[in-house]
T-cell receptor
Framework: GAVVSQHPSRVICKSGTSVKIECRSL??????MFWYRQFPKKSLMLMAT?????????EQGVEKDKFLINHASLTLSTLTVTSAHPEDSSFYIC?????????FGQGTRLTVV | QQQVKQSPQSLIVQKGGISIINCAYE??????FPWYQQFPGKGPALLIA?????SEKKEGRFTISFNKSAKQFSLHIMDSQPGDSATYFC???????????FGSGTKLNVKP
């Protein structure tokens, strides 16, 4: 299957700083990628759909200015958590769709201290 | 409105037993139903998927049963092993549409 690589796998940052998470499709081109947030023992919550060359589409309730998404190429989408606060601590996962299937990155554990 | 409902929330099965996880969906336009397996600290990985033109799909120890009229589908894990202990998510989508709708997840614990 297709490979989606997410980096970093873990990051700890100080409150008020920004953190960038990268999501790469290694062996295919992804015009669309998805960003999810997952709370402990909870399901995947879609945050936004990232479209190459255009603005991301955010789900209701997700702050666009806080979670900046850039999809500048067909193989790279980035999520930047700006002015991070402890409540932003979570597991963030990216995904790309190939035909009917969704392939996920390894996830990024963000801890804001 | 929750598009995909999953049960049970957690499941304990003895080694060698059968694990059964159920999902129900609302939107009759859905035409692709995958199951994902997620280990702690990792992203979900596709386990098996089915389209509504068949009622059952089997891959090794994993079987999806699909009931289109009832809008339900289930995952059966035969001969469950401790290595199957993970969280399982069902999902539904339209084949030519972007968004996936996920169930709430089932944490499976297979006891040796």
């Amino acid at each position: 299957g297709a490979v989606v690589s997410q980096h970093p796998s873990r990051v700890i940052c100080k409150s008020g700083t920004s953190v960038k998470i990268e999501c790469r499709s290694l062996d295919f081109q992804a015009t669309t990628m998805f960003w999810y947030r997952q709370f402990p023992k909870k399901s995947l919550m879609l945050m936004a759909t990232s479209n190459e060359g255009s603005k991301a589409t955010y789900e209701q309730g997700v702050e666009k200015d806080k979670f900046l998404i850039n999809h500048a190429s067909l193989t790279l989408s980035t999520l930047t958590v700006t002015s991070a606060h402890p409540e932003d601590s979570s597991f963030y996962i990216c995904s790309a769709r190939v035909s009917a299937e969704a392939f996920f990155g390894q996830g990024t554990r963000l801890t804001v201290v | 409105q929750q598009q995909v409902k999953q049960s049970p929330q957690s499941l304990i099965v003895q080694k060698g037993g059968i694990s059964i996880i159920n999902c129900a969906y609302e939107n009759t336009a859905f035409d692709y139903f995958p199951w994902y397996q997620q280990f702690p600290g990792k992203g979900p990985a596709l386990l098996i998927a089915i389209r509504p033109d068949v009622s059952e799909k089997k891959e090794g120890r994993f079987t999806i049963s699909f009931n289109k009229s009832a809008k339900q589908f289930s995952l059966h894990i035969m001969d469950s092993q401790p290595g199957d202990s993970a969280t399982y998510f069902c999902a539904a989508t339209q084949y030519n549409f972007n968004k996936f709708y996920f169930g709430s997840g089932t944490k499976l614990n297979v006891k040796p």
